[in-house]
């Protein structure tokens, strides 16, 4: 039987927008005063967002980008996060999981996204789906499958575990999943793809030990 949550609020990740994510830090240095960031956000067709994510971008592809300190171009000691989906998951510990309480108008924003589309109800299936499409827009670009793959709701507040996966390039981790939302609501998820230096732990563990990756994937994606 499906397993439900309330809304599941979507825009595709393309081969195109994995590309800019990873080109990120390989970029020229953009300097932080806001003037230089907004000739920055011009040139690539973007805009500043503060109501998604605190502090962040909606990128010319349609996603919403966040990243440490708020620059993320031409950097290479920052993570970036790209949100490609929003869920409100269904708490199983509340009296009634049926309920839309206070959480609903943030998902009503997601859903104004533009090019965004909404499946309410929906279920975790078409959530694994979502990311799932999403791996192989990562595999297509980096021209290989990922690493590592584990079920686990270890970056998650509430809601059922999901599918992560890991990517590696010679400098950064690419990690697909779910994770805690970063706006001012707290129990959403994000449906994301990060891109994190190798620095703060450039080995994987070793196969088999699932706990092992958890955490290494929660380190790296981890606020």
Known sequence: MPTPVHTLVRRPLTCAAVAELVALPDGPPVDDHVDARDAELTRRGWAWEHERVCDSFLTGHGHVLCSDGGNPFGLADVRSFLVFGE????????????????????????????????????????????????????????????????????????????????WRTPTHALVLGPSADNGPYGYLTHLQLSLTPLDRAPGLPPAGDEDALTSWIAEHVDW
Do not use: K
């Open 87 to 166: 869920l409100y998951p269904v708490d199983e510990e509340d009296e009634d999981p049926t309920s839309q309480p206070w959480l609903r108008p943030y998902m009503d924003l997601w859903a104004r996204t533009p090019g965004w589309e909404r499946r309410e109800p929906s279920t975790v299936q078409e959530c694994e789906a979502t990311l799932a499409r999403a791996a192989r827009a990562v595999t297509e670009h980096l021209g290989v499958g990922p690493e590592r793959t584990v079920l686990s709701d270890i970056t998650v507040v509430t809601g059922p575990a999901m599918t992560h996966r890991v």
